[in-house]
């Protein structure tokens, strides 16, 4: 089946710090990736996607490469700010149809000044 | 990007009331339009998946008939929960799909508390 896995959190990072959140996936066929961040009270917004190997999603200085030799999609960002606070979820779509979103857990992202 | 709204924001009920959620695609025609629901500190669960002019499809073990979807046209649709408990307490968030192969756009969510 598909499933998504996080890095668990939460992650505190001093402002300016690199940031790395771990994603892998499992999947059957060629599925397109994403990032959503979710900031406190409020629905998701898609931050980056990726839609095939080999691909780089970039938003806001956020970035993620499709990996498919490693089934990963790694979010990173060479420094956080406070503003970056937020809950990331890694999420994918088994197929190039209108097919609902597999998330993982999220991870839970706390940026200190 | 696209815009999904939702309404309300935020509901409080008393145990046994229903309560309507509406999901409206503001900018494009949402042929597709998933419901999920979010548990506290918890990740994205799917309830249903609602195409225009057609009945929903739910999740395994979620009850279609204490979650009523409705998806009238193509930029609304709508969720019930009918006979509503505390247990049904939760975040509700709809996404929105323009077609195949389209990013999925979600809404704010509605976070329902049931007394």
């Known amino acids: 089946g598909n499933s998504v896995t996080q890095m668990e959190g939460p992650v505190t990072l001093s402002e300016e710090a690199f940031l790395t959140i771990n994603c892998t996936y499992t999947a059957t066929g060629y599925p397109s990736l994403f990032w959503y961040v979710q900031y406190p009270g409020e629905g998701l917004q898609l931050l980056l996607k990726a839609t095939k190997a080999d691909d780089k999603g970039s938003n806001k200085g956020f970035e993620a490469t499709y990996r498919k030799e490693t089934t990963s999609f790694h979010l990173e960002k060479g420094s956080v700010q406070v503003s970056d606070s937020a809950v990331y979820f890694c999420a994918l779509r088994p197929d190039s149809g209108n097919t609902p979103l597999v998330f993982g857990k999220g991870t839970r992202l706390s940026v200190i000044a | 990007g696209a815009v999904v709204s939702q309404h309300p924001s935020r509901v409080i009920c008393k145990s046994g009331t229903s309560v309507k959620i509406e999901c409206r695609s503001l900018?494009?025609?949402?042929?597709?339009m998933f419901w999920y629901r979010q548990f506290p500190k918890q990740s994205l669960m799917l309830m249903a998946t609602?195409?225009?002019?057609?009945?929903?499809?739910?999740e395994q073990g979620v009850e279609k008939d204490k979650f009523l979807i409705n998806h009238a046209s193509l930029t609304l649709s709508t969720l019930t929960v009918t006979s509503a408990h505390p247990e049904d307490s939760s975040f509700y968030i709809c996404?929105?799909?323009?077609?195949?192969?389209?990013?999925?756009?979600f809404g704010p969510g509605t976070r329902l508390l049931v007394l």
């Open positions: 996404s929105a799909s323009g077609g195949s192969g389209e990013t999925q756009y």
């Open positions: 900018d494009f025609q949402a042929t597709t």
């Open positions: 609602s195409n225009e002019g057609s009945k929903a499809t739910y």
